[in-house]
Every structure is written in C-alpha cells, then in structure tokens.
C-alpha cells in the first residue's frame, strides 16, 4: 500500500466523524431554535413566574402595586428575548443531550455507556432542584435584604387623591414636604430578572457538585480520602463562592455554605460508594488482592525500596 493510500484510509475516518457532528450540531441547533419560538410564546407568564419574589417582597413592604419600567423602547422585548434563549434551551436539553450522547455513544464500551447515561439523567434533575431552591427560598431573602433598606411605600404615602385648585378629584398629587429628599425603589424589568436568573444559574450549577465529582470518581480521577484531605480548602473555597454570589447578608451566605457543603459531603460519600463498587468488582474478578496490603513481608520489601 502506498503512502498517499494510507493517508487516504486513515482520513476516511475522521471525515465521517466530522460528518456525524455536523449532522448532531444541526439537529442541536434546531432543537435550541425550536425550544426559543416555544419559550417565546409564553415569555410573559414565565417572566410574571420569575418576579414572583420581588412582588411579593413590595406587597410585604407596603406596595398595594408593585410595579417595574423599562426605560427603552427595546428594553421589554430584549428581556423576553433573553427569557426565551435561557428556557428555550431547558427546553431543548432532552435533544441537546440526546444528540451528544448519540455521537458519543458509538466510542464507549458497554460497561462506561451503562456508567455514563445515569449522569446525563441526573445532571438536568439537579439542575432543576438547584433553580427551584434558588427562587423559592434564596431569591425572597435576597430581595428582602435588598428591598429593605429602600423606602418602597413612601411614594404610596404621597401620591394622595383630592381636590387641589382646579385638578379633577381623582388627580394624584405630591404634597410638599420639608423631612428631606424622598428615596424610593423604582425598578427596572431587566435588572430585577438580571438578579434571579444569576441565582438560578449560580444554585444550578452548584447543584452539579455531586454529579461531577461523582463521574470523576467513575473515572478514577478523584478519591474519598483525597476528597477528604482537601476538605478545608473546600470550606475556604464555599466561602468565598458564598460571598460572591449572593448579597452581603449572612442569612443567605449561610444558606448557600450549608447546602454547597452539604453537596460536598455527599459527593465523598458517592464516590466512596463508586470506589467500594469497583474494588468488589476487582475482586470477584480476582484482579485485586488483599493479601498484599497485609503481607509484612511485602510491605518490609516497599520500606527497603523507599531507602
């Protein structure tokens, strides 16, 4: 076989590969694209969904109306734009995901596909538990402590209806006042949805903790007792994760080290669980020895190698 042969069939492969991701990259694509128009035609009600919290924190707070502005004429669409793009990809996930393991699919034994799927399964499933937690108990604190320090009801207090000179009775006026100047809260749309999707995003994510350190115990990447070694510079690291994605209030920093850390543990006790699984299967299949960690004999012949 000549040289410029051997190119050839060694190319051929390669271009069928490039073949097969071009083909899923597609199918990917107009999954995601599908998933937007859908996400589109409900944008409101999911947006009305995700500033649940901030009305109900102005209601606490005196607001018999919560209101939020856009101050361009292409704020709102944009902010339904970008609600469709984050909800029209959750969406497409079960494709997005279906596609990937399609294409790597064919390169994986047996045993790794049986290993793998779980965790394509339960990477969205802890996803979603990550999102529900941040806006059903950390986004609320957070508007709280935000909210709390701004005066949301004295804009309420001033705008009183009533008969001044030649204004209609329902007129709303602004008395004057001598206590000083009035700071109220006057939201806008896109930074009040900007602040709870960071949190969905940030939970979401942390909540892959255990499926990712998991997969990399699978794959022998990491340890139990490594993972244990380490544990105070995970406390150090949830710290600081703490404080830079949720206000600077304890309360929700707390939250976020108790369940991040929480995720941590569990992830040792996972991959302590794969770890013990492996070794069970070693053994059965008699590749692993118990005898040699035992054996003085051996374990005088490692110190002698050691000198």
């Given at each position: 076989m000549s040289q410029s042969e051997e190119i050839e069939d060694s190319s051929a492969p390669l271009i069928e590969h490039l073949a097969e991701l071009r083909t899923r990259l597609i199918r990917a694509v107009g999954a995601?694209?599908?998933?937007?128009?859908?996400?589109?035609?409900?944008?409101?009600p999911i947006l009305q969904f995700l500033l649940g919290p901030i009305e109900a924190t102005l209601r606490e707070l005196g607001d018999p109306s919560p209101t939020l502005q856009y101050t361009s004429p292409q704020e709102y669409l944009f902010t339904l734009f970008r609600i469709s793009m984050v909800f029209g990809f959750a969406l497409s996930f079960p494709v997005i995901g279906f596609q990937l393991?399609?294409?790597?699919?064919?390169?994986?034994?047996?045993?790794?596909?049986?290993?793998f799927l779980p965790f394509l399964i339960a990477s969205p499933?802890?996803?979603?538990l990550g999102a529900a937690f941040a806006h059903l108990v950390v986004t609320p604190l957070a508007m709280q402590f935000f909210l709390g320090f701004a005066d949301v009801s004295s804009i309420f207090a001033n705008l009183l209806s009533g008969a001044v000179n030649d204004l209609p009775a329902d007129a709303a006026v602004v008395p004057e006042t001598t206590d000083g100047v009035r700071i109220t809260f006057f939201g806008k749309v896109n930074e009040?949805?900007?602040?709870?999707?960071?949190?969905i995003m940030a939970f979401g994510l942390c909540f892959q903790l255990p499926v990712l350190l998991t997969l990399m115990g699978k794959a022998g990447l990491v340890s139990a007792e490594g993972?244990?070694?380490?544990?105070?510079?995970?406390?150090?690291?949830?710290l600081v994760l703490a404080a830079l994605v949720t206000p600077p209030d304890v309360i929700t920093q707390l939250i976020l080290?108790?369940?991040?850390?929480?995720?941590?543990?569990?992830?040792?006790?996972l991959v302590?669980?794969?770890?013990?699984?492996?070794e069970e299967k070693l053994r059965?299949?008699?590749?692993?020895?118990?005898?040699?960690?035992?054996?003085?004999?051996?374990a005088e012949f490692d110190k002698d190698d050691d000198k």
């Open positions: 995601f694209i599908v998933g937007i128009v859908l996400a589109f035609t409900v944008a409101e393991w399609r294409f790597v699919a064919p390169g994986l034994y047996k045993s790794e596909k049986n290993a499933v802890m996803f979603l009040s949805l900007d602040i709870t999707l960071k949190f993972l244990g070694s380490v544990r105070k510079y995970a406390v150090v690291a949830i080290f108790t369940v991040v850390y929480g995720l941590y543990e569990i992830s040792i006790f302590g669980r794969v770890e013990k699984k492996r059965a299949e008699g590749y692993y020895d118990d005898e040699e960690e035992d054996d003085p004999l051996m």
